[in-house]
């Protein structure tokens, strides 16, 4: 009679859990429509953004798999003014790499679980958003064949998303590369577009 009550006790904590789960990803989902719907209205593909504006977008899209994760993120953005970009595919690259980053630090012990994001102007008059995670790393026969379309480490990934972020990257005239020290000692994505100042393309 104890078994079977601690069981019922255990399905409703487990039903309490999932309405949860339920209510935050439906909250998180509103998130993004309202984020669309912010950076849909201007008509013109490329528009002046602000980069540091973006990454914050990003983090919050991925806020919730980030939380559930028990992901700690740290923001090192350097004040930019903004560039001319195409902010849905720069916006798309972000998410992705967010998601990708908080599934690479599951085998992480939860206080240890790190991403930064780093945001700069580079030697060569580039900008530079950077995610660094102190994951499960990558290894360096792995480094080449990272953004192929289908390649994937994960049971249930499919492959897609880093290959479709390196060609936004290519589309919007930059690129995205991936470095690891190897299994076990994380990794860093980054992204480097153009610096175009709006008042120069003006």
Same mark, same amino acid.
Request: aromatic fraction near 4%; glycine fraction near 8%; charged fraction near 20%.
């Given at each position: 009679?104890?078994?079977?009550?601690?069981?019922?006790?255990?399905?409703?904590? !487990?039903?309490?859990?999932?309405?949860? @789960?339920?209510?935050?990803?439906? #909250?998180?989902?509103?998130?993004?429509?309202?984020?669309?719907?912010?950076?849909?209205?201007?008509?013109?593909?490329?528009?002046?953004?602000?980069?540091?504006?973006?990454?914050? @977008?990003?983090?919050?899209?991925?806020?919730?798999?980030?939380?559930?994760?028990?992901?700690?993120?740290? =923001?090192?953005?350097? &004040?930019?003014?903004?560039?001319?970009?195409?902010?849905?595919?720069?916006?798309?690259?972000?998410?992705?790499?967010?998601?990708?980053?908080?599934?690479?630090?599951?085998?992480? &012990?939860?206080?240890? /679980? +790190? +991403?930064?994001? /780093?945001?700069?102007?580079?030697?060569?008059? /580039?900008? =530079?958003?950077? +995610? /660094?995670?102190?994951?499960?790393?990558?290894?360096?026969?792995?480094?080449?064949?990272?953004?192929?379309?289908?390649?994937?480490? =994960? !049971? #249930?990934?499919?492959?897609?998303?880093?290959?479709?972020?390196?060609?936004?990257?290519?589309? *919007?005239?930059?690129?995205?590369?991936?470095?690891?020290?190897?299994?076990?000692?994380?990794?860093?994505?980054? *992204?480097? +577009?153009?610096?175009?100042?709006?008042? !120069?393309?003006?």
């Amino acid at each position: 009679m104890i078994t079977l009550g601690q069981h019922v006790v255990d399905e409703r904590q !487990e039903i309490i859990s999932l309405l949860e @789960d339920v209510c935050r990803y439906t #909250e998180h989902v509103g998130d993004i429509v309202k984020l669309q719907q912010n950076h849909a209205r201007t008509p013109r593909m490329h528009a002046p953004v602000q980069l540091a504006e973006l990454v914050e @977008d990003a983090l919050r899209f991925n806020a919730s798999g980030l939380s559930r994760h028990q992901v700690k993120g740290v =923001r090192e953005l350097a &004040p930019l003014p903004p560039v001319l970009t195409d902010k849905h595919k720069a916006l798309m690259i972000l998410v992705n790499l967010n998601s990708n980053a908080q599934y690479a630090l599951d085998g992480v &012990p939860p206080d240890e /679980r +790190l +991403l930064t994001v /780093r945001l700069a102007h580079t030697e060569n008059h /580039r900008i =530079r958003i950077e +995610l /660094r995670d102190n994951g499960m790393g990558i290894a360096p026969e792995m480094l080449t064949r990272i953004f192929q379309f289908g390649f994937t480490t =994960r !049971e #249930e990934g499919h492959g897609f998303c880093l290959h479709s972020s390196a060609l936004a990257a290519q589309e *919007l005239g930059g690129s995205l590369t991936a470095h690891s020290e190897g299994l076990g000692r994380g990794a860093t994505f980054s *992204l480097e +577009l153009p610096s175009v100042p709006v008042q !120069e393309a003006a």
